[in-house]
């Protein structure tokens, strides 16, 4: 796999150009692509300076976890243009649709070079093809799951950054009102009390939404992820959270300490 950095930074602009620049919900993805191609670069280099590849130089890995951190998302700007949201529930998957755009539209060749027969094609569809799961698959080979890893960890650091930084009533679609009042329910609030991320199907209340947001830090695989989770300082932020309702904010200061990175 040929991975020319200049040229897959050029495809993408001229992708995304074809959307709406003035929605803010594909500016946040434009964003949030750039940073998760960058903090995959930075775990990869802290890995594969550890990690023996026999095969594959250590630069030639660190390339391929910068090109899916830039391709992870491609799916998201037809689910804004489709369905104007970014909430997977009430649309399709995101992860899903960019599998399909990339490697059964083809448009992964506009991006790369793609040699007959190249495993780390399947390696790349099959991280951006389970980044946005609750759990990977069990049986993926060892260098799959360690490149599915390294994206999630990334998309994740950069997602507690989303939440600091975007109105969370705006990616939330509720209103200030319901989120700075609502209560954090009993299945969410024991399931982070567990340490485990939050499944979707059991939350319940707009602040439950938050508190997922901040459970993904339990499923961080890599020392280097937590270690820039902790330094960016968005989860502390996060937990911060000012609610106008005394039990959520009690909630919150027991959730702050049970989260240690």
């Not at 495993?119 to 799961?133: K, Q, T, W």
């Not at 507690?160 to 930084?165: A, H, K, L, P, S």
């Amino acid at each position: 796999m040929k991975i020319d950095r200049e040229k897959v930074r050029k495809v993408f602009a001229e992708y995304v150009r074809h959307y709406d620049a003035e929605d803010p919900k594909i500016r946040l993805k434009i964003l949030h692509t750039y940073k998760v191609s960058e903090l995959c670069e930075e775990i990869a280099r802290d890995l594969f300076g550890t990690t023996e590849m026999t095969e594959v130089s250590a630069q030639e890995n660190i390339d391929l976890a910068w090109l899916i951190g830039m391709l992870h998302d491609i799916g998201r700007f037809e689910q804004v243009k489709r369905y104007h949201t970014l909430l997977d529930a009430e649309s399709v998957s995101h992860a899903a649709l960019g599998t399909e755009i990339l490697f059964e539209e083809g448009m992964l060749t506009n991006f790369i070079t793609v040699e007959p027969e190249d495993p780390d094609v399947e390696v790349l569809r099959a991280a951006i093809a389970y980044h946005s799961d609750y759990r990977i698959p069990g049986d993926l080979d060892e260098r799959t799951r360690m490149f599915s890893q390294i994206l999630r960890d990334a998309d994740k650091i950069d997602i507690f950054r989303v939440n600091c930084e975007t109105p969370l009533e705006d990616i939330y679609h509720i209103t200030r009102e319901e989120l700075m009042h609502a209560e954090v329910s009993e299945d969410v609030m024991d399931n982070f009390m567990q340490r485990q991320a939050t499944p979707r199907e059991i939350r319940k209340t707009p602040v439950d939404y938050v508190v997922g947001m901040i459970s993904m830090a339990f499923e961080l695989v890599y020392p280097i992820s937590r270690k820039i989770a902790a330094r960016q300082g968005y989860l502390e932020h996060l937990l911060d959270f000012p609610s106008e309702n005394e039990k959520t904010r009690q909630q919150f200061a027991m959730m702050k300490r049970q989260l240690a990175l």
